[in-house]
């Protein structure tokens, strides 16, 4: 049997997912609007009892329809890993759309209708699961948390709350290869904090010792996304380890237009 993410059918996902806002609300000069509103990664069954709050999909996201399932989410996969949390966890992202130019996310971090909608789905988050622990991912996903800790529905959750470095940020946030070790090594203790403090108000579903990272992220620190996060009948290579999606064009517009994907060489069967 291959274990499979259900989708949206029932209530109250089925009209979350119904009612999602478009490029009125997310312009598309600033959002991917082209490429449809990515919604969540992990359990809607109300079994989860971590939250996270992702930035926006990339190009991987945009094929398989769920969220951080690229580089970013295996590395932070790995750190659900740590935290002895295999299944029981809910992704979201700040926003619904792929962020377009370097500054567009900064620029809606706060839009009312942008947070209206991400608030539907926190509040039915926390009031349908019982949520011990809410990690953000970067300080676009801290913005949204604090956001939201201002709005009534979010008075429901009293659990606990980390903001940790986005997974990707050693690569966006060093050119050399000396500042991108420094880099590596913030994200691997700044992770090694927020496990420390979360590890105690976490329920593991696999009590594991806690093994920290070192000075940076290496291939065991990453954890495979799980077949059941993906659709039904996914091909196992979209969970691989290597890149196989890449945003590809000779302008900005037919780069923004075309996602190449192609299956890595080492998992192909012929
Ligand atoms: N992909 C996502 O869906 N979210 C992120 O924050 C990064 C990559």
């Not at 926006?56 to 969220?67: G, K, W």
């Not at 009312?112 to 539907?120: D, E, K, Q, T």
């Amino acid at each position: 049997m291959h274990p499979f993410d259900p989708g949206y059918a029932h209530a109250p996902y089925a009209t979350l997912v119904g009612d999602y806002p478009g490029p009125d609300t997310y312009p598309a000069k600033d959002f991917r609007v082209e490429w449809g509103p990515i919604f969540h990664r992990g359990r809607l069954d109300g079994s989860a009892r971590v939250l996270v709050i992702g930035q926006d999909p990339a190009a991987h996201e945009a094929i398989t329809r769920r969220i951080l399932v690229g580089t970013a989410g295996r590395r932070f996969q790995g750190f659900l890993n740590k935290l002895g949390i295999d299944t029981s966890y809910v992704l979201i992202n700040t926003f619904l759309y792929s962020v377009y130019g370097q500054h567009s996310g900064t620029l809606h971090a706060t839009d009312p209708a942008i947070a209206r909608y991400r608030h539907a789905w926190l509040d039915t988050l926390v009031t349908h699961n019982q949520i011990e622990a809410v990690i953000a991912l970067g300080g676009l996903a801290d913005t949204a948390f604090h956001t939201w800790r201002k709005d009534p529905g979010s008075a429901a959750y009293d659990g606990a709350y980390a903001h940790i470095l986005h997974p990707t940020y050693p690569d966006s946030a060093a050119a050399s290869e000396a500042d991108q070790a420094a880099a590596m090594k913030q994200l691997t203790t700044n992770w090694n904090n927020a496990l420390t403090h979360l590890r105690p108000s976490t329920t593991p579903d696999t009590p594991r010792p806690f093994t920290p990272y070192g000075d940076t992220l290496t291939p065991t620190d990453l954890a495979a996304i799980p077949e059941a996060d993906l659709p039904p009948g996914l091909p196992a290579w979209m969970r691989s380890d290597e890149p196989w999606a890449t945003r590809q064009g000779a302008t900005p517009a037919a780069k923004r237009a075309t996602i190449t994907v192609q299956i890595p060489e080492d998992q192909r069967p012929f």
